[in-house]
């Protein structure tokens, strides 16, 4: 877990913190499917800004994430670039919403702002290209690689069988 200690400054309303942070990401799972960061360790960029009434913090960094694609289940890369941004109230009576759920004490937690900024900007399905083909819903092989459509046999053969069976009565 990455966290970020607060204590470590001290800012003036109007006065801003950059710094570049290292956060470790968790493999990702989704749509029942695992996928691996990569790199595990990425580089963020923290911008602390203080206002009068409070604190802004703004999160910026890109991740890339392996894993199967949902269609055809081969390698699929996603790659993700995300800017969010929390606010904290300096008054503690304030509505908590004005307060973010990732400061604890002076500890920011980068690792699950991480984790819930990427889950946020999760695309519906994650692919390995935007027009993957997928399987084939009849014998399973790769549309991707093997492109191709299945003969389909009119009429059932129980059925055929009747129809002779009709035309001979
Ligand atoms: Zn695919
Ligand atoms: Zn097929």
């Keep these: 877990m990455t966290t970020f200690d607060l204590r470590r400054f001290r800012l003036w309303s109007g006065e801003q913190h950059r710094e570049a942070v290292e956060i470790e990401l968790e493999p990702l799972v989704y749509g029942g499917?695992?996928?691996?960061?990569?790199?595990?360790?990425?580089?963020?960029?923290?911008?602390?800004?203080?206002?009068?009434?409070?604190?802004?913090?703004?999160?910026?960094?890109?991740?890339?994430?392996?894993?199967?694609?949902?269609?055809?289940?081969n390698e699929a890369e996603l790659l993700q670039q995300i800017t969010v941004s929390e606010y904290q109230d300096s008054d503690p009576g304030a509505d908590e919403e004005l307060h973010t759920p990732y400061l604890e004490g002076s500890r920011l937690d980068l690792s699950a702002w991480a984790r819930d900024a990427i889950a946020l900007a999760l695309p519906e399905t994650i692919l390995c290209r935007f027009d993957c083909a997928g399987l084939c819903p009849e014998c399973g092989r790769d549309l991707n690689h093997e492109p191709h459509t299945h003969e389909h046999v009119e009429v059932d053969s129980r059925w055929s069988a009747l129809e002779k069976l009709r035309d001979e009565l």
Excluded: D, K
Excluded at 39 to 46: S, V
């Design 33 to 73: 499917q695992r996928y691996l960061p990569v790199p595990q360790t990425i580089e963020a960029e923290l911008t602390i800004t203080r206002a009068t009434s409070g604190t802004v913090f703004a999160l910026r960094f890109e991740n890339r994430f392996f894993g199967p694609c949902y269609r055809c289940l």
